[in-house]
């Protein structure tokens, strides 16, 4: 790998290593595509909160959205991004040796 894909790599990783982030794309994976107010009511969050998150997610190319009249759906843009949300749960899912090694 060489540094600028690094670079965009360790990009990609800091947009998702966000709590908010993660649980708007875990949303947004469960259901394909989901408007503000939909996603709103999925973490429990405001308005304005969210759409700063998406924002985020946007500027990465991580989500996309389409307008539908007044309303705007998110979707997640690269299914490679449920396969890394998939993978990270693998990890935090796997139970610890019993001998309490790595």
């Avoid at 405001?46 to 389409?66: C, E, G, H, M, Y």
Wanted: aromatic share 4%; charged share 25%; hydrophobic share 40%.
């Amino acid at each position: 790998m060489d540094p600028p894909a690094a670079t965009r790599l360790e990009g990609i990783f800091k947009v998702l290593a966000n709590d908010t982030r993660l649980r708007l794309l875990h949303a947004l994976a469960r259901t394909k595509e989901l408007t503000v107010t939909e996603l709103c009511a999925s973490v429990g969050m405001q308005s304005s909160a969210v759409s700063n998150q998406l924002q985020r997610l946007t500027d990465k190319q991580i989500v996309a959205s389409r307008r539908d009249g007044n309303r705007i759906w998110y979707r997640i843009a690269d299914p490679c991004v449920v396969g890394l949300i998939d993978l990270a749960w693998c990890l935090v899912e796997t139970p610890p040796p019993p001998d309490g090694t790595s």
